[in-house]
């Protein structure tokens, strides 16, 4: 049995949450302290407290080169979520500070969220559900086309990590053929997971009539959903994305393709900006209107989310740091 350490460190959280930050303490306990920094941008961060930290925990708040020369004696950054594209990795690493995320929790909910999204749209549920609030005679007779069954339909998924092969082991229940693009894994992980593998996303987007985005952001991905990835795709597809906002290369695109039926539908968790700025798509979503009905699904970047998942995530960010400060053990580290 672990004896408690005399030296107790202090442990930061940048933001986000509604005091007191009880689980991480309960994580930490006997061996830290937690501060809760409570900001609201990278502006509000305290650089005395910043100082007396051995490690940081971060929800939103972004954290640049300035802050990190204020982790004075910081042994540790650690993200509650998985993307960290507002973490300047590359100066964490100047100044000897390593940095991880936390990949192992939500993955059931975002691979649900994207599943339900799948079906919803290729079922036509939501157009069915939009255009039937003005039927008044005729009602089983209003059926919409084309509308095929699952095992008709291909589904491509771009990005086969943990989650996107959660997606994959969901969707072979429902008999889709499902095609797979992920240049990062090894050699025969299609054989193992179940889906035939392509090599070029353009043969993926030329044959899905579906196809569901779980990539990471960085610079290759930023941008990839534009004008050109679009008409790419098979006509009448149907693009689900609960990957990141930053892969739409803003929503005009999106507009376009929705408007010309290039794209029959559209289910997104993320957008390219949040809370959502002003915009003619936005606008006749909210609207309702008719030549939209069905066909446009927005859910407001909550697709990791479950209660579950709640507790999961701020456990596993508070044991990543405990596992390093207290043994050394460094897991799910980032690199620039």
């Not at 179940?194 to 043969?203: A, D, F, M, W």
Request: aromatic share 6%; net charge negative; hydrophobic share 45%.
């Amino acid at each position: 049995m672990r004896q408690q350490r005399a030296e107790r460190f202090v442990v930061g959280i940048t933001d986000h949450m509604i005091p007191p930050p009880d689980l991480e303490a309960a994580v930490l306990d006997g061996i830290a302290e937690v501060d809760f920094l409570d900001c609201r941008c990278e502006e509000d961060l305290d650089p005395e407290r910043l100082a007396r930290l051995d490690a940081l925990l971060v929800w939103s708040t972004r954290i640049g080169e300035a802050t990190v020369d204020r982790l004075k004696r910081c042994r540790i950054v650690v993200r509650f979520g998985v993307g960290y594209d507002r973490v300047d990795v590359a100066a964490l690493e100047a100044a000897g500070i390593p940095f991880s995320n936390n990949p192992d929790y939500g993955t059931e909910e975002v691979a649900d969220h994207a599943v339900a999204m799948v079906l919803s749209l290729q079922r036509r549920l939501w157009e069915h559900d939009g255009r039937a609030r003005g039927y008044t005679t005729a009602w089983q007779a209003n059926t919409l086309t084309p509308l095929h069954r699952s095992s008709a339909a291909t589904v491509g998924v771009v990005g086969v990590g943990r989650i996107g092969t959660a997606v994959v082991n969901r969707l072979k229940g429902f008999g889709y053929r499902i095609l797979g693009y992920d240049p990062f894994q090894p050699a025969g992980h299609e054989k193992a997971v179940g889906y035939r593998r392509v090599r070029r996303l353009e043969e993926l987007l030329a044959e899905s009539d579906i196809v569901t985005f779980h990539c990471p952001l960085n610079g290759e991905t930023r941008g990839l959903l534009n004008e050109a990835t679009l008409v790419a795709m098979k006509p009448g597809a149907i693009l689900v994305n609960t990957a990141r906002g930053e892969l739409f290369a803003g929503l005009d695109p999106v507009e376009a393709a929705l408007r010309s039926g290039r794209l029959a539908a559209v289910g997104t968790d993320v957008l390219p900006i949040e809370p959502p700025a002003p915009h003619p798509l936005l606008d006749a979503w909210r609207a309702r209107e008719d030549w939209l009905a069905g066909r446009l699904v927005v859910t407001p970047h909550n697709a990791f989310h479950s209660d579950q998942a709640a507790v999961e995530m701020r456990r596993n960010a508070a044991e990543t740091a405990r596992l390093f400060l207290e043994d050394g053990v460094l897991r799910n580290r980032i690199t620039a």
